[in-house]
């Protein structure tokens, strides 16, 4: 089974600081996202990566900046933390077969962020 | 503007009945279609798929039908059980294949014993 890991399951931080939130995937999976869920308004995807060093911005990326260093590492960065990132994080991961990607998307358990 | 509608927030069922949950769409290019179910404090799990091609597909209790035309599809749990109550996520995918899928807001099934 694949697993995808959040370092973190509950993160308290002060409004300012500069948060990483980690991730990582041990199924070889070329494709990981990064969501945040807030009630009544679902998943919202901040940004994703089809590749080493390859980035893309998805709905919602102000705020927000990634980095993929390793093919199975995933990191989401919050340059510089507001109240309105208060949120849950969750990072998914999923298979690439040549130009076509598998969009069964595996979920770690999320990150609760509470930005105070 | 919202691609993916799940316009009931929330539903509560008897357990050994129906549970018909509803997803609307409005972008003609979305083939394939998905359903998440999550629990609380855990990430979303995947749960059944549909491709475009087909209207009906079926997984032991969980089916999942779709209608092109309508632009709607709806999972069908049968019979319900206590431990489907979660949030169910309604998504789909453009046409080729996309490394972004469009969610919905979610459904939350309550199933009373």
């Known amino acids: 089974d694949v697993k995808v890991t959040q370092s973190s399951r509950y993160l308290v931080k002060r409004t300012g600081e500069k948060v990483f939130l980690e991730c990582v995937q041990d199924m070889d999976h070329e494709n990981m996202f990064w969501y945040r869920q807030d009630p009544g308004l679902g998943l919202r995807l901040i940004y994703f990566?089809?590749?080493?060093?390859?980035?893309e911005k998805g709905d919602i990326p102000e705020g927000y900046s990634v980095s993929r260093e390793k093919k199975e590492r995933f990191s989401l960065i919050l340059e510089s933390a507001s109240t309105n990132q208060t949120s849950m994080y969750l990072c998914a991961s999923s298979l690439r077969q040549g130009y076509v990607t598998n969009e069964k998307l595996f979920f770690g358990s999320g990150t609760q962020l509470s930005v105070l | 503007d919202q691609q993916v509608k799940q316009n009931s927030p929330s539903l509560s069922v008897q357990e050994g009945r129906i549970s018909i949950l509803n997803c609307d769409y409005t972008?003609?290019?979305?083939?394939?279609f998905l359903w998440y179910k999550k629990y609380p404090a855990e990430g979303p799990t995947f749960l059944i798929s549909i491709s475009s091609i087909k209207d009906k597909n079926e997984d032991g209790r969980f089916t999942v039908f779709l209608n092109k035309s309508a632009k709607h599809l709806s999972l069908h749990i049968v019979p319900s059980q206590p431990g489907d109550s979660a949030v169910y996520f309604c998504a789909a995918s453009e046409e080729g294949g996309s490394e972004k899928l469009v969610f919905g807001k979610g459904t939350k099934l309550t199933v009373n014993p």
């Open positions: 990566s089809y590749d080493v060093k390859m980035k």
């Open positions: 972008n003609s290019m979305f083939d394939y």
